[in-house]
């Protein structure tokens, strides 16, 4: 059985996204929504070369600090160069065996869920928290499924419980929403637009927070 990190909290992930945000220092926005209370940070770049991702990654973390793990979507390469504190993987990404094999026992793996093949393959040892979506429709990413709405989110949940793992959702999710994806089921949220093109990142940080906090206290859930 491998050393687990402590377990993911995954109330606010913030996803530092290099297309979506072109032009805004990444690193300038994560110690901003870091002091707003996120509790995960992920930087995705589909478009950058290695060397300007590993860069911008270490920058990232540096200012973001020890309090807020940082991750990297996809790119196992630039999460080790960069020294950041796992990876999350999609579908069509290294396989969760392989990535653990290379980062060893107690970085952070997550796993995108878009259906039930995803979950059938969901392995509790070797990953330690799943992302549901899109849930809702989103511009941040060309999504070719129509989005899951509450009701899909809810369904996936369910069938993800016995992993035991945290799982959050991911796309469309604004202040509105936010409630109710955690009413049905989420662990917490991950966010692009909503928060990085805020005019002040750390107060939509801290609005999120309290909206996210307080639904998770509804349902009894631990914060």
């Known amino acids: 059985m491998r050393d687990r990190p402590v ?41 950058a070369g290695t060397r300007a991702m590993v860069a911008r990654a270490r920058a990232i973390r540096a200012a973001a600090g020890d309090a807020v793990p940082l991750l990297v979507n996809d790119r196992v390469d630039v999460a ?37 093949s995803d979950l059938a393959a969901l392995d509790p040892a070797l990953v330690d928290y ?16 129509p989005p899951l709405g509450l009701a899909g989110l809810a369904r996936l949940r369910q069938a993800a419980s016995a992993s035991g793992l945290p ?10 929403t936010a409630a109710p994806c955690i009413a049905a089921g989420a662990d917490g949220v991950a966010l692009i ?10 107060a939509e ?12 206290a509804a349902r009894g859930a631990r914060t």
């Open 7 to 47: 377990p993911v909290d995954f109330r606010l992930n913030g996803i530092l996204d290099g297309d979506r945000l072109a032009g805004r220092d990444l690193a300038a926005l994560a110690a901003a929504s870091v002091a707003g209370g996120v509790t995960l940070l992920q930087y995705r770049d589909k478009q």
């Open 80 to 116: 080790l160069a960069a020294g950041a504190a796992g990876v999350h993987l999609g579908r069509e990404d290294m396989a969760p065996a392989d990535a653990r094999r290379l980062l060893g026992p107690r970085a952070i793996i997550g796993v995108t869920i878009k259906d039930e």
């Open 130 to 145: 799943g992302c549901i979506g899109g849930v809702f429709v989103t511009g941040s990413k060309d999504n070719p499924d």
């Open 167 to 176: 799982v959050g959702a991911i796309a469309g999710i604004d202040l509105e």
């Open 193 to 202: 637009a909503a928060l990085y093109l805020a005019p002040d990142v750390a």
């Open 205 to 216: 940080a801290r609005a999120f927070r309290a909206r996210i906090d307080a639904a998770l």
